[in-house]
Each structure stands twice: as structure tokens, then as C-alpha cells.
């Protein structure tokens, strides 16, 4: 049932290729020029009418939220907030009848994201739920959604329910983007070309595998890493470092990389693992500044850069290169080498990488 894998987590890693191609699948036109999703189809009105979007979710969902922020402000320029299912629950949020309040869930199940998601209800906003979870309570108790379609994950650590969470979150910015006209025509048509090409750029940097597990076998023995990004790549910095310390239970920490000066860069010494995402974006520049201050601090950096950039090689100690795409769909490329990397750390710490100690797949008591 591993499919010849020797966990289900490298199994899921390896299938986002073709849950990328199912998570599409019926959403993007033959001539792949157009892309709708029915859930916004279907309640155009409420789309065009909002006044802000709420999301909330858990864990890793919420880090794919942290992207939906990021993809619906800039091309829907509709206000979006992030919260958490387990604060937004308890404190008395305001909620008006024109909000939208989308939820993330892979399980459908999990129950801080469910009584979110009643809360929301009572106050009369519309809500959308993106689950992979056919069926589940939050399916169920949604207005309307869009399922994910990656198939059952199995491993703990949330892999490919996250790329389809992403991948879904930039249909949905494209679908409204377009509806409301916010969006550039050539913007429009240059993302989804991109996003049909996801599946074959994953399958390049799936070829990585053993490079990152030649890196792992470097830091498998330390105590602790950063990992910073900007811009689109916060939210995976943030995700790289869960993972990590899920599955391997050493101390990682996500952070926007220009945060470090306001306290965290105190910690970087020549001990410091540092995974830095540099790649070919509108913050690129930002973040080698933010790498030269690691540097000069003696930190280790891994950097994950675009290929064919040999600039960040001559500053940082270990560089993986991804292939280049529209910045915002690099999340949906950047997050797998992360995901292997601490894969490979955690095997080669003997851990349990699919039940890792502690943690069980539906988070369903609060
Ligand atoms: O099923 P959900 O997406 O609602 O689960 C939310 C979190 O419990 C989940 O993403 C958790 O953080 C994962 N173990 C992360 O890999």
C-alpha cells in the first residue's frame, strides 16, 4: 500500500506531480486559457460583494492560508485576515454579514476548525470550505467549497494536502481576480500557463532527492534551524520548520527574514542551520541582504535559490536550486525540497515519520 516506499510521507512527497494534475483537473478549460472553480461560479455575487475574507485553520492549513492572504489581496485586492480556528473561536471576533470566512482542513475534522466554522454561521457570512476529506464535518457544514483531490494522506505531516491547499487557493484568486477584473489579462494568462506547468517542475525537483538526502546527513545531528523567507515564501519558511520539528523533533523556527534583526539573529552562530528561500522574486534582493547578515554572524545557510544563480553559491555554505516560475506559484515548487530534507533528517534520526511521537492526523479534541 506504500506503493514500494518505505513510509507513506515520501510516498505523498513523491505523488504531487499527479495530485497537482487532479487537483486541476475540470477546473481549467481544453485550451488551458481559463480557469473557474464552481464553488465561485456558483455564488458569484457573494464574491463580488465582499467586503473582506476571513480564513481560518490549523497547523499546516493555516500556513496555506497565510498564502491565500497574500494571492487574494494582490489580485483580488479584497482584505484578508488569517487566524487561527482555536483564537478566532474564543474571542468574539467580529464577523459582518458580507465577509466571507474561508476554512482550510485536509481532514475535515478537526475540531477548533469546526467550531470556526459554527461560530462563523451564526453571524450569517458566507463560508467556503477547501477539504480533501469527501464528505467530512467540514464539508458538510460549509456553504460552499472546493474539494482538493489529492486522495488520502496518510503520513501525519501534511505534503501534498498543503500544494493542493495552495494549488486551490490560486485557482480561487484567479477565478474572483478575473471576475472582479482586478487582475491583468497578461498577469492572468502568465499564471495559469504556470500553474499547468507545476506538475512537470515538481517531477525536476523530485530528481533532488538524493542531493537532499546527502544535505541531511550534514545536519541530521543538529539542535536547532531557522528558516526564513519573504514575500509568497514567509508562509513556506514557516511550513518548512513545522515539518522539521513534526517529524524529526528538532527545534526549527520560521521566520519572515527580515524579522531576524528585531531579536531571533541574537541565536546565529557557526552551530546555527539556516535555510534561506532566495529565490527569483520581487524580494530576492531583500532576502540576500538579510542572508549577508547571517553570514556575517557565522550562521550556516542553505540557501534554496532559482537555477542558473551563481551569486548566492559564493555566499552561503550549501545552495539547491529549484526551476524558475511565476513568484507566486514558487511556494507550490519551493515546498517540496523542504519537505524532503526533513524527511531524510528524521529517517536518519530512526524516527517514526509517519506517527511521528505525540501527534495523530485529525486533531479532533480542542
Ligand atoms: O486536517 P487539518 O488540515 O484541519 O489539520 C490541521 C493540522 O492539524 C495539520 O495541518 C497539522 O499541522 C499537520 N500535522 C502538519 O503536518
Known amino acids: 500500500e506504500k506503493g514500494g516506499f518505505p513510509h507513506f510521507m515520501l510516498k505523498e512527497i513523491y505523488e504531487q506531480p499527479r495530485t497537482i494534475i487532479d487537483c486541476i483537473r ?57 487566524e487561527y480556528a482555536s483564537e ?27 467550531a470556526a466554522v459554527e461560530l462563523a454561521r451564526n453571524s450569517g457570512a458566507f463560508i467556503y470550505g477547501i477539504c480533501n476529506v469527501i ?11 472546493s474539494y482538493i483531490h489529492v486522495g488520502p494522506e496518510i503520513g501525519v505531516a501534511s505534503t501534498k494536502a498543503f500544494t493542493g491547499q495552495v494549488t486551490v487557493l490560486i485557482m480561487l484568486a484567479l477565478s474572483v481576480a478575473k471576475l472582479k477584473k482586478s487582475i491583468s489579462p497578461e498577469l492572468y494568462t502568465t499564471m495559469l500557463h504556470d500553474l499547468q506547468q507545476i506538475p512537470q517542475l515538481m517531477e525536476r525537483v523530485l530528481k533532488l532527492d538524493t542531493e537532499i538526502c ?13 528558516y526564513l523567507g519573504r514575500g509568497y515564501n514567509y508562509p513556506v519558511a514557516l511550513e518548512g520548520a513545522l515539518k522539521l520539528k513534526e517529524i524529526s523533533y528538532i527545534h526549527a523556527e520560521g521566520y519572515p527574514a527580515a524579522e531576524m534583526k528585531h531579536g531571533p539573529i541574537a541565536l546565529i552562530d557557526s552551530e546555527m542551520p539556516v535555510v534561506a528561500i532566495a529565490t527569483a522574486d520581487s524580494v530576492y534582493e531583500k532576502t540576500i541582504s538579510n542572508i549577508q547578515e547571517i553570514k556575517a554572524r557565522r550562521g550556516k545557510v542553505i540557501a534554496i535559490v532559482t537555477e542558473g544563480n551563481e551569486d548566492v553559491r559564493k555566499m552561503v555554505d550549501y545552495v539547491i536550486e529549484i526551476p524558475r516560475v511565476d513568484e507566486r506559484l514558487i511556494p507550490l515548487v519551493v515546498s517540496l525540497p ?22 495523530a492526523k485529525s486533531v479532533t479534541v480542542e
Open 88 to 114: 478566532f473561536r474564543y474571542r468574539n471576533p467580529v464577523i459582518r454579514p458580507n465577509d466571507i470566512v474561508i476554512t482550510l482542513s485536509q481532514s475535515g475534522e478537526t475540531a477548533d476548525t469546526l
Open 26 to 82: 475540470g477546473r481549467i478549460n481544453p485550451e488551458g486559457t481559463d480557469v473557474i472553480l464552481s464553488g465561485v461560479r456558483d455564488h458569484q455575487d457573494k464574491f463580488l460583494k465582499a467586503g473582506r475574507i476571513i480564513i481560518v485553520a490549523c497547523g499546516t492549513s493555516w500556513h496555506a492560508g497565510l498564502i491565500g492572504e497574500h494571492l487574494i489581496e494582490e489580485l483580488c485586492r479584497i482584505p484578508v485576515e488569517v
Open 135 to 145: 464528505g467530512s464535518s467540514i464539508a458538510r457544514a460549509t456553504d460552499s467549497g
Open 338 to 359: 523542504l519537505q524532503m530534507l526533513a524527511y531524510h533528517i528524521a529517517v536518519n534520526k530512526n524516527r517514526d515519520v509517519d506517527r511521528p511521537r505525540n501527534l
Open 214 to 226: 546527502d544535505l541531511a546527513k550534514i545536519f541530521t545531528y543538529a539542535h536547532n534551524f531557522i
